[in-house]
């Protein structure tokens, strides 16, 4: 298993299907995007200031490519689509987190 240190730690692999959460927009106004990728690698950029920095690079539906700085990658979680191409997160044993669902009830007048 050949895991990519350069990844933040979430054990990236090529070719495997992830949803993951990444941070866009300037340290003062980011937000976090989630996208459905496929993991393709690595690559070597050079930034404006003509520093090299590795970029995490992905596929996302109809093969639309997005390429991420690993600093901006949040989570990354295994995914799969089932038969209905439904998403399907498909996480190791002892990686199983409780997500938190908070609704807002539209309150309607009679």
């Not at 998403?87 to 807002?104: F, K």
């Amino acid at each position: 298993m050949n895991t990519m240190a350069v990844d933040g730690g979430f054990g990236l692999r090529p070719g495997e299907m992830y949803r993951i959460s990444y941070a866009v927009g300037s340290p003062h106004q980011r937000r976090v995007t989630r996208s459905l990728v496929v993991f393709g690698g690595q690559s070597h950029r050079r930034q404006w200031d003509g520093e090299v920095v590795i970029c995490l690079d992905f596929s996302r539906p109809r093969g639309r490519p997005l390429s991420l700085l690993a600093a901006q990658l949040v989570d990354a979680r295994p995914a799969t689509l089932n038969e209905r191409g439904q998403l399907i997160l498909t996480d190791e044993p002892g990686q199983r987190r409780r997500r938190v669902v908070r609704r807002r009830r539209a309150f309607q007048g009679s």
